[in-house]
């Protein structure tokens, strides 16, 4: 299957930025996701690039693709302690929209 | 904003036993999925599910494992015969095709203990 690989963790303090890198092995890539994951909850969607795209912006969030390199950031501006969490990056493939693969996560400490 | 629900949230069962994860999917959503996650683990797909029928599985998926849409809201998992190494926690998840993004929404997840 397809690799997406993730640091496992990260540690900022509040009010700094936060950068979340990941990488993937699939050059077919179509989409790529950065989910949230909060200690015993689901798994929330933040946001989505398409591969046709080199960044992405959502308020404090913002995503950049290194399509070339097949890397994938994700940076939190402003970062809070209630964006302690786990993130977890993840790709479509161009030939198969169902399947998603997702990296390890990395879990994020925002120290007060 | 519509979610994906999912029961329970935690099941404890002894090796051996069936189990079956709930899920309803949102209501407009086509395509369903169920997810698994052992601890410390990556995220792993285990089957997909469109027009009442499985359209994709993973090698996990083999068959101890089924799926059903019994009726027009609910999406079942049933593992019949657990083991240990099934203790995970389970995601359902559904996707709208028409939706930008062919974004994918999970539940909160079905935590499976088995012991």
């Known amino acids: 299957g397809e690799d997406v690989e993730q640091s496992l963790f990260l540690s900022v303090r509040e009010g700094d930025s936060s950068v979340i890198n990941c990488t993937y092995t699939d050059s077919s890539s179509t989409y790529l996701y950065w989910y949230k994951q909060e200690p015993g909850a689901g798994l929330q969607l933040l946001t989505y690039?398409?591969?046709?795209?080199d960044m992405k912006q959502d308020q404090r969030l913002t995503v950049l693709l290194n399509k070339k390199d097949k890397h994938l950031s994700l940076r939190i501006a402003d970062t809070q302690t209630g964006d302690s969490a786990i993130y977890f990056c993840?790709?479509?493939?161009?030939?198969?929209?169902?399947?998603?693969?997702f990296g390890s996560g990395t879990k994020l400490n925002v120290k007060p | 904003e519509p979610e994906v629900t999912q029961t329970p949230s935690h099941q404890v069962t002894q090796m051996g036993q069936e189990v079956i994860l709930r899920c309803v999917p949102i209501?407009?959503?086509?395509?369903f999925y169920w997810y698994r996650q052992i601890l410390g683990q990556k995220v792993e797909f285990l089957v997909s599910?469109?027009?009442?029928?499985?359209?994709?599985k993973s090698e996990i998926f083999d068959d101890q494992f089924s799926v059903e849409r019994p009726d027009g809201s609910n999406f079942t998992l049933k593992i019949r015969s657990t083991k240990l190494e099934d203790s995970a926690m389970y995601f359902c998840?559904?996707?709208?095709?028409?939706?930008?993004?062919?974004?994918?929404?999970f539940g909160e997840g079905s935590w499976l203990t088995v012991v």
């Open positions: 209501s407009n959503h086509l395509y």
């Open positions: 690039i398409f591969s046709n795209m």
């Open positions: 993840a790709e479509t493939p161009g030939y198969n929209f169902n399947k998603f693969y």
């Open positions: 998840a559904s996707r709208d095709i028409t939706a930008a993004g062919n974004t994918i929404y």
């Open positions: 599910f469109y027009n009442n029928e499985i359209s994709e």
